[in-house]
Nanobody, 127 residues
Framework: QVQLVESGGGLVHAGGSLRLSCAVS????????MGWFRQTPGKEREFVAA????????YYADSVKGRFTISRDNAKNTVYLQMNSLRPEDTAVYYC????????????????????WGQGTQVTVSS
């Protein structure tokens, strides 16, 4: 059973920063593409960022590009999401997700490409 545990969420003022962490129990973490999604009540889950198994390739939603940074430490089985210049519209539950990489793919941006999900961590940005 693969477990993903997010941490680092909380309440922050607009313009502030937070760093989310996601610890993964899977032994093959270093071969997984990792991603972060977010969701607000009444809305569909939204892609935020993805990183390839090596950490060498990243991809961001336009709404967070230039403000958020995804990274990973394969020695610690952990993926991070550094969030800077936070805005009230970034308020959401943030989910970490993992996918065994399939041939020809470096990362994924669709939620149905991912196999494992964390329980989520709340991020609230006040104006």
């Amino acid at each position: 059973q693969v477990q993903l545990v997010e941490s680092g969420g909380g309440l922050v003022h607009a313009g502030g920063s937070l760093r989310l962490s996601c610890a993964v129990s899977e032994r093959t973490f270093s071969r997984d593409a990792m991603g972060w999604f977010r969701q607000t009540p009444g809305k569909e889950r939204e892609f935020v960022a993805a990183v390839s198994w090596s950490g060498g390739t990243t991809y961001y939603a336009d709404s967070v590009k230039g403000r958020f940074t995804i990274s990973r430490d394969n020695a610690k089985n952990t993926v991070y999401l550094q969030m800077n210049s936070l805005r009230p519209e970034d308020t959401a539950v943030y989910y970490c997700t993992a996918a065994p990489v399939r041939s020809g793919s470096l990362y994924y941006i669709r939620d149905d490409d991912y196999s494992y999900w964390g329980q989520g961590t709340q991020v609230t940005v006040s104006s």
